[in-house]
């Protein structure tokens, strides 16, 4: 598995494990008003960092460039700064709002570089199987 698919794996179990300790919190004390922070962690940092990761699996060669690593590092940092202030923020601390907003655009970028991977070039690994056994 490239050295990418199998950074994208282990930051998204780390999302879920965060998203999971947010939703036992607000199950627990019964308030729910963290609830787009806990959404934000699952699906950005949980779903799509393991689809990014498998899409990597399956493209090696694409996994090989600079630019995935590249996007890695930036998509990652925008997650990892917007999960925790959006957190705060939705506690009440509207001062992190600016924080939120920069993490956002962040990220986008880093959905944007992706994308760019995804259309750029059909550089596809071809694997050869071997002869079945008679």
């Known amino acids: 598995m ?4 199998n950074l994208y794996f282990r930051t998204a179990i780390i999302f879920l ?4 300790g ?6 627990i004390t019964e ?10 962690a699952n699906l950005l940092g949980w779903v799509t960092m393991a689809i990014f990761g498998g899409y990597h699996a ?7 460039r600079r630019l995935a690593m590249i996007q890695y590092y930036i998509y990652t940092a925008g997650v990892a700064v917007m999960v925790p202030s959006l957190y705060f923020m ?7 709002e600016p924080v939120v907003a920069a993490a956002a655009i962040v990220t986008f970028v880093g959905v944007l570089l992706f994308a760019f991977i995804i259309f750029s070039g059909d550089e596809i690994a071809t694997t050869v199987l ?4 008679h």
């Open 130 to 133: 071997p002869a079945p056994s």
């Open 31 to 40: 308030d729910h008003s963290v609830i787009g922070a806990h959404a934000h």
């Open 58 to 64: 399956l493209n090696p060669r694409k996994a090989e």
């Open 17 to 20: 494990i965060v998203g999971i």
């Open 2 to 5: 490239p050295r990418i698919a």
């Open 90 to 96: 939705l506690l009440g601390n509207m001062a992190l």
């Open 22 to 27: 947010m939703g036992l919190k607000m199950a």
